[in-house]
């Protein structure tokens, strides 16, 4: 079955740049789609199709996806920023929704 | 506004058989596939399944199929998951979801969550 490796947490400075990676064979060829929770409430996507931000999340947060990595980039972090963050595909091969293990994100 | 509210959550002992419902608002609740998504205490997402707009299709992930069947009904604008046979390891949070009208696998909105918990 098809696997999403993430780095189980990172931290960053407000004000600075946090990249998170999401691992995959061949995910370039799939589109990524990306969610923020916080504690105690439901995931929120903050990025789909690789790179496309839905309505109200703002322009700090990207995306890329290439050969065997996906990224969501956080620029100019704020401590609102600090979440746990999902990277999500689709495996047709499986018929699969296939969600990443998740990254901890920590604003110093 | 989209709302998604889920109810069916409570704590059922193993073995034991469960029916969350999920009632949907805010949209035209027949042109969108379904899913199912849920989360064990302090564990990541993982995802159940979904269902197309016509119920004509359905996918399972491999851990509930043969024990989970996932419906709809379009004109009540809802969404049900029964669980049969249900494990400790079936204990989570689990979320109803709307699916990107366009976007195939895209969880675009997601409700509070209903908890279920199995334990004897």
């Known amino acids: 079955s098809y696997t999403l490796t993430q780095p189980p947490s990172m931290s960053v400075a407000p004000g600075k740049t946090a990249r998170i990676t999401c691992e995959g064979s061949?995910?370039?060829?799939?589109?990524v789609h990306w969610y923020q929770q916080k504690p105690g409430q439901a995931p929120v996507l903050v990025l789909y199709?690789?790179?496309e931000r839905p309505s109200g999340i703002p322009e700090r947060f990207s995306g890329s996806n290439s050969g065997d990595t996906a990224a969501l980039t956080i620029t100019r972090v704020e401590a609102g920023d600090e979440a746990d963050y999902f990277c999500?595909?689709?495996?047709?091969?499986?018929?699969?929704?296939?969600f990443g293990g998740g990254t901890k994100l920590t604003v110093l | 506004e989209v709302r998604l509210v889920e109810s069916g959550g409570t704590l059922v002992q193993p073995g034991g058989s469960l029916r969350l419902s999920c009632a949907a608002s805010?949209?035209?609740?027949?042109?969108?596939?379904m899913s199912w998504v849920r989360q064990a205490p302090g564990k990541g997402l993982e995802w159940v399944a979904n269902?197309?707009?016509?119920?004509?299709?359905?996918h399972f992930v491999d851990s509930v199929k043969g024990r989970f069947t996932i419906s709809r009904d379009n004109a009540q604008n809802s969404l049900f998951l029964q669980m049969n046979s249900l494990g400790v390891e079936d204990t989570a949070i689990y979320y109803c979801?709307?699916?990107?009208?366009?976007?195939?696998?895209?969880?675009?909105?997601w409700g509070q969550g209903t908890l279920v918990t199995v334990s004897s």
């Open positions: 979801v709307r699916d990107h009208l366009l976007w195939f696998g895209v969880s675009e909105n």
């Open positions: 805010g949209f035209t609740f027949r042109n969108h596939w």
């Open positions: 269902i197309k707009q016509d119920g004509s299709e359905k």
């Open positions: 061949d995910i370039g060829s799939k589109s």
């Open positions: 199709v690789d790179r």
């Open positions: 999500q595909v689709w495996d047709s091969g499986s018929e699969h929704v296939v």
